[in-house]
């Protein structure tokens, strides 16, 4: 049985290719692991994690359940290709094996079997095999079919936007494109000249004239086999290296390996997580920067920017850090991260000295109930703070402002620069302050200082948003409100809502008062307000451009008072808003009973201005 | 040294060579944030500032100390920064002010 032609060359030399160049790519990155890690490989590989990876790579890598569960055209398009390449190699392979009873035939024996065995009418089940080939190649198909209309129309897959890929990328997809058109061809054209043939090439075969396939059906298996070695190929240097990377990545996690800290986008997990980005775009469409600024700096842009090793540089401090990719992203890279270490090497000459800092060398202060921390963007807004220590004082709660008059900033904005150093000392130093106090809980009315309090500071006392505080305060009955007809609309702060996951208690706060709007993007998938600190380089026009945007959504039905919880919000959507924007505590206090009067007419002020404008 | 003669004293008399000052390092933080030649040097970011009122940050100082290459004291003045950004919701002309004083604070002499 002749099991060789020279045409398998070009696809058997472009596998050979990749597999080398994987291996001594993997080889590399391994080497970047600490002992740490890779002792915990050695550990993890013989438990039960490594079967319940095996598990997620079937439902990630080959299903893609993750993209299917938001975005089900978009899901089955990966599904077909992935689910329906994978079915062709297992059929192939099973199908060769039954052929010729050795399980260990040439790879390209079982990938061009049907150019080795056109007639396999001589077998028992024959049939069986060739439909199921035959229904995995259609799949495939389909699949290709919604990737190359994702390019011509995005709107078909329920998307806006779509990765605008570089040269290299778009050359592997192009082959990637051909493979499977091209060996329905060649499998046509061969049936055509030989007959058998299942469903879908015999009915493509019958439109071929017999003498003419017996010609050039060697031309089609030929092309076959160069695109299938093109893209091998290409694999290792294109975003197609996300395909086996990220089934490594999946073990890797699995068994518990730690990040290590710093910026090693070719050293140990980093490198995993790096080349596991599929660019596929999940995180457009949901950036709130999104056809916003000059430069794209989406994370599908950025990770392979990062990947590229140039270009990051800039586009690493535009990043608003609003978390949105980070919770879309359906191979789960860790986005946030890898831009603070980005970060943390491009300011890596930076050097700050805080030793100026007030406060310290405290034993023993006043004891009280509450500690309350405004934080930086608080002094910008005493209206918030007042309306808070006024709620404070109606529920007869015993409080001190700590941060009234010297202020030491968290240390969030620090870290979001990438100088963790320098924030370490600030925390200290905070630290020291909060727990002088002997208080039973710290509330803040920040959210960018919640989110680190929570995360970072290891406080032995638990820490509060002010929305969850007031709630606390509404549901024991120490402060009242009568539930009114205001209409109100309320934006999740970036830090509270997708930071600390507190979505429920500004909502049944402001549930209280009024009547909470249901907006087109909110909890999880809310915008950013344009100003968090995240960002570094965007300039004043972009950051408006994305304020009118989370406006336009926040407006449009029309509510009477924009709510939110973060001063920093508070203040930018204020300075764009024709709508009143106000704090929740400043709602919470100007609906009491004895400012009601008060509130209705500012509101009717603001509402009349914006006629006027 | 200045010294003090009926009720006044004399500066200390500064040439300003930008041939000497590095002129690519300060180029460089201009090309990388843009914004900070749209500075009018009106001082609200100093009058919010936290460790202005502890130090002497100023940061609308520190904008001509660059235009005037005076390295030395923009690296002691902006290494007391906390980045805490309560200058740039204040500042009327848009000026990315933290990414300045990461810049400025990286400038090696």
């Known amino acids: ?613 | 040294m200045a010294g003090t003669k009926f009720g006044f004293f004399d500066a200390n008399v500064r040439s300003i060579n930008l041939d000497v000052e590095t002129p690519e390092t300060i180029e460089g933080v201009l090309h990388r944030e843009p914004s900070l030649l749209k500075c009018i040097g009106c001082g609200n970011c100093a009058a919010m500032c936290t460790a202005g009122h502890f130090t002497d940050l100023r940061f609308y100082r520190l904008n001509l100390y660059l235009k005037r290459g005076l390295v030395n004291e923009i690296r002691k003045e902006a290494q007391n920064c906390m980045l805490c950004g309560k200058c740039q919701l204040t500042c009327p002309r848009g000026v990315n002010i933290r990414h300045a004083i990461l810049l400025m604070s990286s400038i090696r002499p």
């Not at chain 1, 050039?216 to 160069?226: D, H, M, N, Q, V």
């Not at chain 1, 800092?357 to 006043?366: A, I, L, N, Q, Y």
């Open chain 1, 1 to 613: 049985m002749n099991q060789y032609h020279p045409f398998i060359l070009p696809f058997f030399i472009g596998f050979l290719a990749m597999l080398v160049i994987l291996f001594v790519r993997y080889a590399l990155w391994f080497r970047g692991f600490s002992k740490e890690n890779r002792k915990r490989i050695a550990v993890g590989l013989f438990t039960t994690q490594t079967l319940l990876a095996i598990k997620e790579v079937g439902a990630e890598a080959l299903l893609h359940l993750k993209i299917y569960r938001t975005n089900p055209v978009l899901g089955f398009m990966h599904m077909s290709l992935a689910f329906g390449w994978f079915l062709l190699i297992l059929g192939g392979k099973l199908e060769s094996w039954y052929f010729t009873g050795d399980f260990t035939n040439p790879v390209w024996y079982a990938i061009f079997l049907r150019y080795f065995e056109p007639d396999s009418t001589h077998l028992m089940y024959h049939g069986v095999f060739l439909f199921f080939m035959e229904l995995a190649l259609l799949m495939v198909l389909v699949g290709v079919a919604l990737a190359f209309t994702k390019r011509l129309k995005k709107s078909i897959l329920r998307i806006k936007n779509t990765t605008r890929h570089n040269f290299g990328n778009k050359m592997a997809l192009y082959a990637l494109w051909l493979i499977f058109p091209l060996r329905l061809l060649a499998e046509s054209v061969t049936t055509a000249a030989h007959g058998g043939g299942g469903f879908l090439t015999a009915s493509v075969g019958v439109l071929i004239p017999q003498s003419w396939a017996v010609e050039s059906e060697l031309y089609f298996w030929w092309a076959y086999s160069w695109s299938l070695g093109l893209f091998f190929l290409a694999l290792p240097f294109s975003r197609y290296l996300h395909i086996p990377t990220e089934m490594v990545l999946i073990f890797l996690r699995r068994w518990k390996i730690e990040p290590a800290s710093g910026f090693n986008p070719d050293k140990g997990l980093q490198a995993f997580e790096v080349h596991s980005c599929p660019g596929c775009g999940v995180c457009l469409d949901v950036c709130p920067a999104i056809n916003k600024t000059e430069i794209a700096f989406q994370s599908a842009y950025f990770v392979n920017q990062v990947r590229r090793g140039n270009g990051y540089e800039q586009t690493s401090g535009m990043c608003l850090n609003c978390g949105q990719c980070d919770e879309v992203c359906p191979v789960g890279i860790n986005l946030e991260n890898l831009r603070h270490q980005t970060r943390s090497k491009i300011f890596n000459q930076a050097s700050f000295n805080h030793s100026w800092m007030p406060g310290s060398m405290v034993f023993w202060r006043e004891t009280t109930e509450v500690v309350l921390f405004t934080g930086c963007m608080g002094r910008l807004n005493p209206q918030t703070t007042l309306a808070v220590k006024n709620l404070l004082n109606e529920a007869g709660v015993s409080f001190i402002h700590m941060d009234e008059e010297e202020s030491i900033c968290c240390g969030r904005p620090m870290m979001l620069a990438g100088a963790a150093e320098s924030a370490k000392k600030m925390m200290d130093r905070n630290r020291e302050n909060i727990l002088a106090y002997h208080s039973k809980v710290l509330v803040t009315t920040c959210p960018i200082c919640y989110k680190i309090f929570k995360d970072e500071y290891n406080l032995e006392i638990p820490v509060l948003h002010h929305s969850e505080y007031l709630w606390q305060l509404i549901d024991e009955g120490k402060i009242v409100r009568e539930k009114s007809a205001l209409q109100l609309a309320y934006h999740d702060p970036c830090d509270l809502g997708r930071g600390s996951s507190c979505y429920e208690p500004p909502r049944k706060v402001i549930d209280s008062v009024g009547q909470l709007q249901t907006l087109s993007r909110q909890r999880e998938k809310s915008l950013c307000c344009g100003n968090n600190l995240g960002s570094l380089s965007l300039s004043e026009n972009e950051r408006q451009n994305i304020t009118a945007n989370t406006l336009k959504v926040l407006t449009l039905d029309n509510p009477d008072v924009v709510v939110t919880a973060c001063p920093m919000c508070k203040k930018t959507l204020q300075r764009q808003s024709q709508v009143k924007v106000t704090d929740l505590a400043e709602l919470l206090w100007e609906t009491h009973p004895s400012n009601s009067l008060k509130f209705s007419k500012k509101i009717e002020k603001s509402r009349f201005l914006a006629e006027v404008k």
